[in-house]
T-cell receptor, first 117, second 113 residues
Framework: DAGITQSPRHKVTETGTPVTLRCHQTENHRYMYWYRQDPGHGLRLIHYSYGVKDTDKGEVSDGYSVSRSKTEDFLLTLESATSSQTSVYFC????????????????FGDGTRLSIL | AQKITQTQPGMFVQEKEAVTLDCTYDTSDQSYGLFWYKQPSSGEMIFLIYQGSYDEQNATEGRYSLNFQKARKSANLVISASQLGDSAMYFCAMAYNNNDMRFGAGTRLTVKP
């Protein structure tokens, strides 16, 4: 299994509170991703990172921010959680050092189930 | 806009038979990658198979093969000799622009004994 750890695995919180999810990898991969999974939508990309301090927006980035201060850690923050952000969140990593590496598969963590009441 | 379509919300197959899961995609990019992932009821995402847009031969990985028809923009997954453990959600995905990835809504496969 790819060395990816997501924490926490489960969280219940209230609307309006800040939430931070952590993704930790031991593979030293350059690329890291955050997705959310909702019924009927498959997985949707929130943000991704292509190196320390290098991040970019994905398909559904509104309401989320990310940070990557170390290669091994990629944090996803909901500044003020809303009920629409109740979802399962997956972190993924991908090997590769530059362009043309998109053929490398992404490997996923076990997910974080987040409920916002 | 990039889009992945899986038209079969659910599929049933008899154990030991083959099954094809459909996937069509829409892109104007020339360079892209197509992936299939399996998600069992335990929730993890498992990479199964990859096909590059420039690959001329269909990808195969054990019992999994990808029927790639570029002109039709389809990338169907074929599972041969189905096993009970193949029961899961299956997602087709397309990677493009080196970092973006779009997933289909998934197909739930049930293997009957």
């Amino acid at each position: 299994d790819a060395g990816i750890t997501q924490s926490p695995r489960h969280k219940v919180t209230e609307t309006g509170t800040p939430v931070t999810l952590r993704c930790h990898q031991t593979e030293n991969h350059r690329y890291m991703y955050w997705y959310r999974q909702d019924p009927g939508h498959g997985l949707r990309l929130i943000h991704y990172s292509y190196g320390v301090k290098d991040t970019d927006k994905g398909e559904v980035s509104d309401g989320y921010s990310v940070s990557r201060s170390k290669t091994e850690d990629f944090l996803l923050t909901l500044e003020s959680a809303t009920s629409s952000q109740t979802s399962v969140y997956f972190c993924a990593i991908r090997a590769g050092t530059g362009t043309g590496d998109a053929n490398q598969p992404q490997h996923f963590g076990d997910g974080t189930r987040l409920s916002i009441l | 806009a990039q889009k992945i379509t899986q038209t079969q919300p659910g599929m049933f197959v008899q154990e030991k038979e083959a099954v094809t899961l459909d996937c069509t995609y829409d892109t104007s990019d020339q360079s892209y990658g197509l992936f299939w992932y399996k998600q069992p009821s335990s929730g993890e995402m498992i990479f199964l198979i990859y096909q590059g847009s420039y690959d001329e031969q269909n990808a195969t990985e054990g019992r999994y093969s990808l029927n790639f028809q570029k002109a039709r923009k389809s990338a169907n997954l074929v599972i041969s000799a189905s096993q009970l453990g193949d029961s899961a959600m299956y997602f087709c995905a397309m990677a493009y622009n080196n970092n973006d990835m779009r997933f289909g809504a998934g197909t739930r496969l049930t293997v009957k004994p």
